[in-house]
């Protein structure tokens, strides 16, 4: 077992909807020698890729996507979620539908963050059904950058965004995969990988 499944079993909390609670060092207290684990972790997965930014949606991707920044060296860039359309010229814009607060979410960059010549490491905090990372994705694409992987911290394989992501060929990598819990008697089984 690895250090994120490790701590996933010993703080996290599973509630009923699906949903893992890791509030107390990813979602609401960050514990930073966690962050810098995973960190190290997705860079030792992507040796060899070159990246030039790294890319997430506020909140809780952005803790990750800092360390990994620092790791990396390269400047980081956190989409924006709002709730109104107000497309402007000086944006980039899509859409994703959010599992946690079921809602439909605009989010942006604004054009000078994001280039043609950028190849971009995305990350986030949680992969359920893919939603908040077709629209990162989408936002890369419309800059005319490169999507050079995708890096996770926690997947749910029980849904379906890691399966299409894999198939449309991203190069994806998170570090704990969740096959089964069960919010009754609080069990998870995790995924061998890495
Ligand atoms: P997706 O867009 O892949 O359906 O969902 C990913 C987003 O929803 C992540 O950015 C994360 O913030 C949130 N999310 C999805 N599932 C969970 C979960 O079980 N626990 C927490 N804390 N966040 C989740």
Redesign the pocket.
Same mark, same amino acid.
């Given at each position: 077992m690895n250090f994120l499944e490790e701590k996933i079993l010993s703080d996290g909390n599973i509630k009923q909807g699906?949903?893992?609670?890791?509030?107390n060092f990813l979602?609401h207290q960050i514990d930073i020698d966690i962050m810098r684990q995973i960190a190290y972790e997705l860079k030792r997965r992507f040796r060899g890729v070159e990246v030039n930014k790294i890319l997430t949606?506020e909140a809780?991707?952005i803790a990750i996507a800092t360390m990994l920044g620092h790791v990396y060296d390269v400047p980081i860039v956190f989409a924006k979620k709002s709730e109104t359309a107000n497309s402007t010229d000086n944006k980039y814009m899509s859409q &994703?539908?959010?599992?946690?607060h079921k809602k439909m979410n605009n989010v942006f960059v604004s054009k000078p963050y994001l280039h043609a010549t950028d190849k971009v490491l995305i990350v986030?905090?949680?992969?359920?059904?893919?939603? &908040?990372?077709h629209a990162l994705i989408d936002l890369v694409n419309q800059a005319g950058g490169e999507v050079v992987g995708i890096g996770i911290a926690?997947e749910?394989g029980q849904?379906k965004?890691g399966a299409m992501l894999r198939e449309e060929g991203y190069h994806l990598e998170s570090i704990a995969i969740i096959d089964e819990m069960n919010w009754e008697t609080q069990e998870i089984k995790f995924r061998n990988n890495g």
């Amino acid at each position: 077992m690895n250090f994120l499944e490790e701590k996933i079993l010993s703080d996290g909390n599973i509630k009923q909807g699906n949903i893992l609670k890791i509030d107390n060092f990813l979602n609401h207290q960050i514990d930073i020698d966690i962050m810098r684990q995973i960190a190290y972790e997705l860079k030792r997965r992507f040796r060899g890729v070159e990246v030039n930014k790294i890319l997430t949606i506020e909140a809780s991707g952005i803790a990750i996507a800092t360390m990994l920044g620092h790791v990396y060296d390269v400047p980081i860039v956190f989409a924006k979620k709002s709730e109104t359309a107000n497309s402007t010229d000086n944006k980039y814009m899509s859409q &994703a539908y959010s599992f946690t607060h079921k809602k439909m979410n605009n989010v942006f960059v604004s054009k000078p963050y994001l280039h043609a010549t950028d190849k971009v490491l995305i990350v986030d905090d949680f992969l359920a059904d893919g939603q &908040a990372m077709h629209a990162l994705i989408d936002l890369v694409n419309q800059a005319g950058g490169e999507v050079v992987g995708i890096g996770i911290a926690v997947e749910k394989g029980q849904q379906k965004g890691g399966a299409m992501l894999r198939e449309e060929g991203y190069h994806l990598e998170s570090i704990a995969i969740i096959d089964e819990m069960n919010w009754e008697t609080q069990e998870i089984k995790f995924r061998n990988n890495g």
